[in-house]
């Protein structure tokens, strides 16, 4: 059992935590005793999640979310404030894709992929940017992807967001970590989660990972010696990619 420094409670968001890796990391932060705000847009979702967790003994708080609206990441950062003061630990996790062809998708699917998984991991970065400075500590775990660095068919512009998402990842990284604030990229390879399809799941269950394993690797790196980080954890099923 992993133990946290003495009368520390870190405040942990994991955005995303409707369900899948998000709700899986929300669970194993929670069980190392942290206070978890659970996000997302599903309202009665994130209250049934937060709800298990309290019942478990933990501290959860339930928000809705919607990461590409700026006006929605603010009024949550608002009411975290209020609530609990500051940010320890950022979990960039929600994120969307279609497994369509170049030619098939549509540029409204390009801009929800890229709101989502570029430009939401901004915002919500920003949103904990000036607290976690001023304290001179932070965690900030950004989920990637496998395919931020390998060519999948049909994941042209999910490939490109998460490409895209390491790119801003890893330039944060550089700016900060003398400031104290750990910027960790996650890049897991194929997660059975609703992200894919049921026949899809049904044929390469076996091969693939489970959220809690997603979960269980960050929360390992997050309970690392002060001395030390990891930059960059890559995840993927034993026998490679799906
Ligand atoms: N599954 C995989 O094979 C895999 C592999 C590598 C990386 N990843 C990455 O892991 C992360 C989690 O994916 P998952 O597999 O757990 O997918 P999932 O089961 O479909 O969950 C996605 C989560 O993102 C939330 N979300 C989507 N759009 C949002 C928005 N605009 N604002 C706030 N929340 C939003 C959803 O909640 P609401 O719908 O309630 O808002 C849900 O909680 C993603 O970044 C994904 O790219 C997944």
Redesign the pocket.
Same mark, same amino acid.
């Given at each position: 059992m992993i133990e946290l420094e003495k009368n520390y409670v870190p405040v942990v968001w994991v #955005? /995303? $935590? #409707? %369900? /899948? @890796?998000?709700?899986a990391i929300a669970n194993a932060f929670a069980i190392i005793g942290c206070k978890i705000i659970l *996000?997302?847009?599903?309202r009665s979702?994130?209250e049934i999640n937060a709800g298990k967790i309290i019942d478990q003994g933990g501290y959860a708080l339930p928000l809705v979310? +919607?990461? #590409?609206s700026e006006t929605s990441v603010r009024s949550a950062m608002a009411a975290i404030t209020k609530k609990l003061g500051s940010v320890d630990v950022l979990v960039n996790?929600? /994120?969307? *894709?279609v497994f369509e062809s170049f030619e098939k998708t549509t540029v409204k699917e390009f801009d929800q992929i890229v +709101? *989502?998984?570029l430009r /939401?991991y901004f915002l919500c970065t920003k949103s904990v940017m000036t607290s976690m400075l001023k304290q001179k500590k932070g965690h900030i775990f950004n @989920?990637? !992807?496998? !395919?931020a660095t390998t060519t999948f068919y049909n994941s042209a512009v999910?490939s490109a967001s %998460?490409a895209g998402s390491l790119a801003l990842s890893k330039c944060l990284r550089a700016e900060v970590r003398k400031k104290g604030i750990r910027v960790i990229d996650v890049?897991?390879? $194929?997660?059975? *989660? +609703? =992200?894919?399809d049921k026949s899809s799941r049904k044929k390469f269950h076996s091969k =693939?990972l489970q959220?809690e394993d997603v979960a269980d690797a960050i929360v390992s790196v997050y309970c690392q010696p002060q001395r030390m980080t990891t930059d960059e954890i890559i995840l993927r099923p034993v026998e490679g990619d799906v």
């Open positions: #955005t /995303g $935590a #409707t %369900k /899948g @890796i998000g709700l *996000t997302g847009r599903n979702q994130l979310c +919607d990461v #590409t996790n929600a /994120g969307v *894709t +709101d *989502t998984n /939401g @989920i990637h !992807s496998v !395919s999910y %998460k890049l897991p390879g $194929a997660v059975e *989660t +609703d =992200m894919w =693939m959220p």
